[in-house]
């Protein structure tokens, strides 16, 4: 499970006009996890985590 800000939406919905396709909506999301790998030592399943992750290519 995983959330958009709310400026995400806005640039999903194309709410300022100024979105360009294709869109993959990034830069902060915050979810559950729900599956890892065996090199992961320091998460936990069930654990909420947050990313700040790069933003969307606007220009």
């Known amino acids: 499970m995983w ?25 902060e999301i915050v979810g559950t996890i729900s599956a890892k790998g065996n090199s992961s030592h320091n998460l936990q399943l069930g654990q909420r985590v947050g990313a700040l992750v790069g933003m969307p290519d606007i220009a």
Request: aromatic share 8%.
């Open 3 to 27: 959330h958009l800000s709310h400026s995400n939406l806005s640039m999903l919905h194309n709410e300022w006009g100024m979105t360009r396709c294709s869109f993959v909506p990034s830069h």
